[in-house]
């Protein structure tokens, strides 16, 4: 029978270590988030930028987000903090209605203590500030896909001549994100009709259509669809990039997702309440920081992003394995990325084999109860958020457009 390692259970004891510095210190850091970007994306899609930033540094073997969908996720990034810890675990029909982001030290802020200027641009609406998200950002702004380029060049030349200047920049890309409007040449590299980038382009959705009906035509046409803007963004990756100027030579970066997406698997499309490893999966790109475990967690990102900075920082311990993710009480771990045990409320664990969730679950052997056991008692179960606030009207409406409220 498996035995959890004697290292996790020790974690329930021991104090997190200061993360060491790393040598010589990255000046400049840079965290990009391309949101619902799984990790096998990076085959069918064509990738130049991110192929790249992986040969220039590192890609890891697996990687896990701490939850399936962005306010819980991105939390977990800038809070070092897994869900079960920072206690923001709620759904996302809510019509409109949030608490705010829990009282844990932020990356931002962290950063900006340490003297950094911190900027921060994204196109989920989601990431409103009234949240909170903006917490330790000098600059925190909402800004499109398309133009988010040329606003990075123009904030970071709109700041006083400094050479001395440190920066952090978290730079959110909705991505693949739903609604996909591919451009024509994205598009007719992989085969989507005409109608739906039309439709798209109107505000329609293939994305709404998949998850409504679950047809295996329309499935492939969102799967299509899908990897069309993969490679959009990975252009615009690129360009996000250029407009860093020397940065991007010589800063600390990760690239990452806060989440995958299902397209297809199981009849389902989207990310909605679910936890299979296709939402869970997601690419992890390291440039200028220390060596990556074959296994990460999306959660470490805070601390790996410390270290490369040369900060001692103490975040909150998250052991590499297991790798974890919740979503509304429902919790999902993977000791290997070939399979993956998933607890729904007042169900006993299902074992899934990653390759093939479409498959008929297995009950688990023990070794997952036992894994799960571990980590819980490593990982404190911590604050919950407060009363829930009320977004702005204009806000609503955005998140409506993408499919999150009802």
């Known amino acids: ?31 990009i988030v391309i949101d619902t970007l799984r990790a096998d994306a990076l085959g069918p899609a064509h990738t130049p930028t991110l192929d790249a930033l992986a040969a220039r540094g590192q890609a890891a073997t697996l990687a896990w987000s701490g939850g399936t969908w962005t306010v819980p996720s991105v939390i977990s990034l800038f809070t070092g903090a897994p869900v079960r810890q920072h206690g923001w675990d ?40 009234e949240l909170g998200f903006d917490r330790g950002f000098d600059v925190w702004r909402r800004v499109p896909d398309a133009a988010m380029p040329k606003a990075l060049a123009e904030t970071l030349a709109a700041l006083p001549p400094d050479p001395d200047r440190r920066h952090l920049l978290y730079l959110h890309l909705l991505g693949p994100h739903s609604t996909l409007r591919p451009s024509e040449e994205a598009a007719a590299r ?42 959009d963004t990975d252009a615009r990756l690129a360009a996000l ?15 990452t997702s806060d989440h ?72 999902t771990l993977t000791l290997d990325g070939e399979a993956q045990a998933i607890w729904r409320e007042g169900e006993a664990a299902a074992v899934y084999s ?3 969730i479409e498959a008929a679950p297995s009950a688990d052997d023990g070794r997952f109860e036992q894994a799960r056991a571990a980590w819980e008692a490593a990982v404190p179960e911590g604050v919950r958020p ?8 204009g806000t609503e409406e955005a998140l409506r457009g993408l499919g999150y409220l009802d």
């Open 386 to 393: 407060g009363e829930a606030e009320a977004l702005r009207p």
């Open 260 to 331: 995958g997406e299902l397209i297809g698997e199981r009849g389902l499309a989207g990310h909605g309440a679910q936890l299979f490893a296709p939402l869970t999966q997601v690419p992890y790109l390291a440039v200028n920081v220390a060596p990556l475990p074959s296994a990460v967690s999306t959660v470490s990102t805070a601390a790996r992003l410390s270290e490369a900075a040369g900060l001692e920082v103490r975040w909150p311990v998250v052991p590499e394995l297991p790798l974890v993710a919740q979503r509304e009480g429902a919790l």
């Open 90 to 129: 709620g759904p996302t029909g809510q019509q409109g209605r949030y608490p705010k982001l829990p009282t844990l030290p932020t990356l931002a802020e962290t950063f900006r203590a340490a003297g950094f200027t911190t900027i921060g641009l994204y196109a989920n609406g989601y990431l409103a500030e």
């Open 241 to 255: 990039l250029e407009a860093m100027g020397p940065m991007a030579e010589e800063a600390a970066i990760v690239v």
């Open 354 to 356: 990653v390759g093939a």
């Open 190 to 231: 992989h085969g989507v009709t005409e109608a739906v980038t039309a439709a798209g382009k109107q505000g329609l959705d293939i994305g709404a259509v998949a998850r409504a009906r679950r047809d295996p035509a329309v499935a492939e046409t969102y799967r299509r669809a899908y990897h069309a803007v993969v490679e």
């Open 1 to 31: 029978m498996w035995t959890a390692p004697l290292w996790l259970l020790a974690c329930a004891s021991n104090p997190s270590p200061l993360p060491t510095p790393a040598e010589p210190p990255a000046k400049d850091v840079v965290l």
